[in-house]
């Protein structure tokens, strides 16, 4: 058992530890002249790929990436949270597990299968033109597809399960006691849900950003698909430099800079949230040290 | 709890009930008003076996200020009841009056009456500070009046020290106390408990019970105490019901309960008992395994029973008498007569079974040092008798 634990260690450091550090070297070469050996020069290490990286045009689209990877995660959430609710609670445990079955249905189903159904769905002329047209609602033809909407729409479409999956079950799991304790101790209805449920249940909250938001930053075949050129994401920008490009270097110093940003946006969260939370636990043991010592 | 550790404890309780806007049960309502009155109460629930009756036309008062207990086995629909007095659970018919006005159909947070659950059901996200003054914050009490009343309730229960802890780092003993001053720091009218002991250890048990009567007695509450251990219920209540299958069996004292049980339910359920099957006659009550034992049993008959109804004659085990050997002979009164078929000894008291007919045996404790306790032999003959006023007829 102890060795078999151990080569989990060893499949990991094979497949993950090791591919990792050989971009992160590659990110301070070069690329290789014609004359040279291989593709990545390593001769002179240093920092000009992530200075290019920052430019136009990786550096602009490593924007727009972050606002829709943000925007789309923030749909997301908005639109799972009442959905895992409904889930969790207000249906009983047999409809439940069908309901979440139907939910990662769509992952049975090959990806570019989906995609290229979106983009019939959302044609000019497309299924969903013919729906609007029939109910009466005249528009010359549609224009979301290749748009940064078509690609929201993509985004959510996609990753939204993600979010739905690990924020229900938290919320299922919230004791009903709970509740009913705060209804027992005067609490109406929406407050319960402001000051107990919402809450608990941020830990499926934090799960789901997480989950949706990563995979969402660097993905290039939604934006490509359903954004065409609009729809350029810094997933696909990393993707070209290491193939039509040949610019290994330079892919792999654009994709440490993704992970740096990520990981950067994480901690700085987390240390704001941790150190907020502290310093208010600190002030109120003073507070309370003073008042309740004079009684 | 030591005494120094008691005499701290006290001095918040009285500035909680001392002051003017506390809701005090006798002041609302008068000595002996009804906190809560069930009338005709019944509640149903739909399971998979179909529709099971929890709850079956009861009617109860709870009198302001009461340690009132709610005792019976499992499943018998104590706990149902308290939910519907919190309002948790809607009743099917009949009505619920809180402080004499009808709050049937009041929701829970509109009703001045606070639980204690059984697994305490703390909110785990907010510190210790955050869960007591949850209910505090619900009434939109001021900033300064709302930590100072929190921390009259966790003097009130030794947790001061803890306010700044989440209720994960508590051990069962202190999230109990932390949950007990959770709901009374809103000073309920009626605070309702449901086997809020359950989960602790014994000792722990019974130094919470003492702290539960103190609070009790300090703050003047009404409460109502739910639990299956006939002991707690006793060592702790002003009254008790006993519940069987959704209805109550009876109401009253802990001493009427053991003393005068009204059915034979309530004396199997509280403390341990004997039967000596009878037939009723001519107004007297003759026991079966010998016919000697008769006459004076006619005390305490009751009146009404039919001559020759079949009964019980009921007798707790230290209410028996044993008698072996010569003085055997001579016992005068109701006695029945059989052989001993077991003797336990348990420290100050002995017990002694005696087999009286092929399926009746009577249980005996007697005192480890008397002589009775020191002849009683295995397979040896004995005499059982009792006074006339320790037996109770009950129905077969």
Not at chain 1, 125 to 150: E, F, N, S
Not at chain 2, 259 to 274: E, Q
Not at chain 2, 365 to 380: Q, V
Request: net charge neutral; aromatic share 8%; with cysteine.
């Amino acid at each position: 058992m102890r060795g078999f634990v151990g080569l989990t260690y060893v499949w990991f450091a094979l497949w993950f530890l090791a591919p990792g550090a050989i971009m992160l070297l590659y990110a301070f070469g070069h690329t290789a002249a014609f004359n040279q050996q291989g593709l990545v020069n390593l001769n002179h290490l240093g920092l000009s790929n992530f200075f290019e990286a920052l430019r136009y045009p990786s550096g602009p689209v490593l924007v727009a990436s972050l606002e829709n990877a943000v925007l789309a995660t923030a749909l997301c959430g908005v639109i799972a949270y009442p959905v895992a609710y409904f889930i969790a609670r207000k249906l009983g445990p047999r409809v439940r597990t069908i309901v979440l079955l139907l939910v990662v249905l769509p992952f049975w189903t090959d990806y570019l299968l989906r995609m290229i159904g979106w983009r019939i769905f959302l044609s000019p002329l497309g299924l969903l033109y013919g729906a609007m047209h029939a109910v009466g609602w005249h528009v010359g033809y549609l224009t979301i597809l290749d748009t940064r909407g078509a690609v929201m729409i993509g985004l959510v479409y996609n990753y939204i399960p993600l979010f739905i999956l690990p924020l229900a079950v938290v919320l299922e799991r919230i004791d009903p006691l709970l509740l009913q304790a705060a209804d027992d101790l005067g609490a109406k209805p929406w407050t319960i849900f402001r000051t107990i449920t919402f809450p608990i249940s941020m830990a499926g909250v934090v799960a789901g950003t997480v989950l949706v938001f990563v995979p969402m930053l660097g993905d290039y075949v939604t934006p490509t698909l359903m954004g065409g050129a609009r729809g350029l994401m810094i997933g696909s920008l990393v993707a070209s430099e290491f193939t039509e490009g040949q610019n290994w270097s330079l892919g792999a110093a654009m994709a440490i800079l993704l992970v740096v940003i990520l990981v950067g946006i994480v901690v700085t969260i987390w240390l704001l949230a941790t150190g907020v939370r502290y310093a208010r636990a600190q002030q109120r043991k003073r507070t309370l040290a003073r008042e309740w010592a004079t009684r | 709890m030591s005494e120094r550790v008691d005499e701290t404890a006290s001095a918040p309780a009285t500035a909680l009930a001392d002051r003017a806007e506390v809701v005090s049960p006798q002041r609302e309502f008068g000595d002996n008003a009804a906190a809560v009155e069930l009338k005709n109460v019944a509640k149903s629930f739909r399971g998979p076996t179909g529709v099971k009756m929890v709850v079956h036309d009861l009617t109860l008062t709870i009198h302001a200020g009461e340690f009132f207990s709610l005792l019976g086995p499992s499943g018998c629909g104590k706990t149902t009841t308290l939910r519907m007095i919190a309002g948790l659970e809607r009743v099917d018919s009949g009505r619920i009056f809180l402080g004499g006005k009808d709050a049937t159909d009041l929701a829970s947070h509109a009703r001045n009456v606070n639980t204690v659950f059984q697994n305490y059901a703390l909110f785990p996200h907010l510190s210790v500070f955050d869960n007591v003054a949850y209910g505090l914050h619900r009434q939109h009490v001021q900033r300064v009046e709302l930590r100072r009343r929190v921390g009259e309730a966790l003097a009130l229960v030794h947790m001061e020290a803890f306010a700044m802890h989440r209720p994960q780092q508590l051990s069962g003993g202190q999230q109990q106390r932390i949950a007990l001053a959770r709901s009374i720091v809103t000073r309920p009218s009626v605070l309702l408990l449901d086997e809020p002991l359950a989960a602790l250890d014994l000792k722990l048990r019974e130094s919470m019970q003492e702290e539960l009567k103190r609070l009790q007695r300090e703050l003047r509450l009404t409460f109502v105490f739910v639990t299956h251990d006939q002991a707690e219920a006793f060592a702790m209540s002003d009254r008790v019901a006993v519940m069987e299958a959704g209805t109550m069996v009876q109401v009253g004292t802990p001493e009427e309960l053991y003393l005068r049980p009204a059915t034979r339910f309530v004396t199997t359920f509280v403390g341990r008992a004997n039967f000596i099957p009878a037939s009723l006659v001519l107004g007297a009550t003759t026991s079966r395994p010998d016919d000697l034992a008769s006459r004076q049993l006619s005390e305490t008959a009751d009146a009404s029973a039919a001559v020759g109804a079949e009964t019980s004659v009921f007798v707790r085990p230290e209410r028996l008498i044993l008698r072996v050997g010569p003085s055997s002979e001579s016992v005068e009164g109701p006695r029945v007569r059989g052989t001993i078929v077991d003797k336990t000894f348990s420290g100050a008291m002995t017990m002694v079974r005696v087999r009286v007919r092929n399926d009746v045996e009577l249980t005996v404790t007697c005192d480890s040092a008397s002589s009775e306790a020191r002849d009683a032999l295995l397979g040896g003959d004995a005499v059982v008798t009792w006074l006339p006023s320790d037996a109770t007829l009950l129905d077969r």
